[in-house]
């Protein structure tokens, strides 16, 4: 019996060390999770084709509550004002754009933690 509860106090006790170990495998795993999610971005974001990959600029794009889909992945050039970049992204997830009446409600850019507008 006594050999028995030593045996787990030893399995238990090296598990303990062992979550050390794992919180710095933690933070490269993290890491290799931001590059994997930027890939995947850029793999299946939208925009113009034409642009020189040195001018692109990507972002996940999350989309009124009445479009169809929640979010799209876009690029743009970073070169573009604030207002094309919009103009282009409604073109692109096909939204009604009327930001050139004075009355309609706009579309705008908004920072997703913060909800300021750009």
């Not at 050999?3 to 710095?24: C, F, M, N, P, Y």
């Not at 890939?39 to 996940?60: N, V, W």
């Amino acid at each position: 019996m006594a050999a028995t509860q030593k045996l787990v106090k030893d399995i238990i006790d090296s598990k303990t060390g062992e979550t050390a170990s794992k919180r710095w495998k933690g933070a490269k795993n993290s890491e290799t999770a931001a590059k994997v999610a930027l890939m995947k971005l850029k793999m299946h974001a939208d925009g113009d084709k034409s642009l020189p990959q040195t001018e692109r600029i990507y972002f996940q794009v999350f989309l009124p509550k009445g479009s169809k889909e929640k979010s799209k992945p876009m690029f743009f050039c970073h070169r573009w004002s604030i207002g094309k970049a919009i103009d282009f992204a409604a073109s692109l997830a096909r939204l009604k754009n009327d930001n050139n009446k004075f009355t309609a409600k706009k579309l705008r850019l908004c920072h997703i933690t913060s909800g300021e507008a750009l």
